[in-house]
Structures are given as structure tokens and as C-alpha cells.
């Protein structure tokens, strides 16, 4: 069965910390990404990797900055916390690569504030 | 601009009863369309997923139809379950890895 895990259901950090969120998936998907999702918006993607080391800017990306070192786990760093980055961030995993009906398979998310 | 535009926000309907829920986007081009269900709390699980000559495909009691020449989609969702609790996301897929994600309808079922 698929399985996309994120290393905390529930995170609080102060302004300024650096955080990470980890995703791990045990699918042998190639493709990964990060994304937010806030009440009355459609999940933004923050960013994505295509391959271990790979990684491109999504529509978001600024704030974050994300690790790809290896195939099944991808993560997401926030240098330096702010307010604004209190949200649900959800990880997923696809294996096709661009084209095709590659479904996107989620994490639990995790529900991040910041102080 | 590349928009997916979902209606309504929310539905409160009895269990037992049908409904369906809407899903307007203007992206170009076109790949293909995703229907997700997202329960409170959790990442999204696929329903779905159509391609421009699809015009309809079914789930168990989810039916997803697809009209690429209006660019609207359907979710009919039959003798509605309290599990069927959710969002429910439309998601367009454009060039590439372009992903244009609906806000999703809140759908709640009362006994």
C-alpha cells in the first residue's frame, strides 16, 4: 500500500526558528513536493524535486528552501519562521514524470504555527 | 490566468440524498483533471482523473463528468454516506508539472 509519512502532525515554533518538516515516502515515486494549503485558497506548491539533488521553484518558494539527498525523502526548511508561514503543509509523491495521469499520492500534512 | 473556480463553498445535505458539486477552470493547456477528497485533517486521496476525451468516469458512488469544451466538471455523489464528510478538490492539470488546485467544496453530511 502507498505510504507518504511527514515527521509531525503538529508543529509550534517562535519567529525567527529554523524548521524543518521531513516527508518520506516508500513508494519508489520519483517525483515529490511540498505544498501549503490555507482556508479559502487552493493548495499552492511551494516546491518540488524531479529527482535526489533535483529540485525546481514552485509558486511560493520564497521562504522556504527544501533537501533532496535521498529518492525517498524530501524535505522542507524554513530559514527563519515567520507568522506568515503559520499553515497545513502537505507532502506528496507522484512516480510519472511530467504527462500522464500521474496521481499525486499526500502525506497526512503538517499543521504548523509560528508565534 | 490559469484559474479553477469551485462551487458551491459548502453543502449541508441529509444522508441518503445525492448531490453535486461544481468545477469551472480556465487553464490552458489543458492535460488532464483530478478529483480529490480531502477529510479534515488529512492529505487529499485521488477520486479521479480525466483526460480531455473523458467525459465521464465513476468511483464507486463518486461519478466525475467532464465537458472540455465549456471547461466544467461534475462530482455527483450518490446516496451520500456520513463518511463522505470532506472537501472535495478539483484539480487541473496544465503544462508540465503546472498543477492548478480548486479551493474544494466543503461537503457535510447530516444523519
Known amino acids: 500500500d502507498v505510504k507518504v509519512t511527514q515527521s509531525s502532525r503538529y508543529l509550534v515554533k517562535r519567529t525567527g526558528e529554523k524548521v524543518f518538516l521531513e516527508c518520506v515516502q516508500d513508494m519508489d515515486h520519483e517525483n515529490m513536493f511540498w505544498y501549503r494549503q490555507d482556508p479559502g485558497l487552493g493548495l499552492r506548491l511551494i516546491y518540488f524535486?524531479?529527482?535526489?539533488?533535483?529540485?525546481e521553484k514552485g509558486d511560493i518558494p520564497e521562504g522556504y528552501s527544501v533537501s533532496r539527498e535521498k529518492k525517498e525523502r524530501f524535505s522542507l526548511i524554513l530559514e527563519s519562521a515567520s507568522t506568515n508561514q503559520t499553515s497545513m503543509y502537505l507532502c506528496?509523491?507522484?512516480?510519472?514524470?511530467?504527462?500522464?495521469?500521474?496521481?499525486?499520492?499526500f502525506g497526512p500534512g503538517t499543521r504548523l504555527t509560528v508565534l | 490566468k490559469n484559474q479553477v473556480e469551485q462551487s458551491p463553498q459548502s453543502l449541508i445535505i441529509l444522508e441518503g440524498k445525492n448531490c453535486t458539486l461544481q468545477?469551472?477552470?480556465?487553464?490552458?493547456?489543458?492535460?488532464?483533471l483530478r478529483w480529490y477528497k480531502q477529510d479534515t485533517g488529512r492529505g487529499p486521496v485521488s477520486l479521479t482523473i480525466?483526460?480531455?476525451s473523458e467525459n465521464t468516469k465513476s468511483n464507486g458512488r463518486y461519478t466525475a463528468t467532464l465537458d472540455a469544451d465549456t471547461k466544467q466538471s461534475s462530482l455527483h455523489i450518490t446516496a451520500s454516506q456520513l463518511s463522505d464528510s470532506a472537501s472535495y478538490i478539483c484539480v487541473v492539470k496544465g503544462s508540465n508539472y503546472q498543477l492548478i488546485w480548486g479551493a474544494g467544496t466543503k461537503l457535510i453530511i447530516k444523519p
Open positions: 468545477c469551472n477552470y480556465t487553464v490552458s493547456p489543458f492535460s488532464n
Open positions: 524535486s524531479y529527482d535526489v539533488k533535483m529540485k
Open positions: 480525466m483526460t480531455f
Open positions: 506528496a509523491s507522484t512516480m510519472a514524470p511530467s504527462g500522464g495521469q500521474d496521481t499525486q499520492y
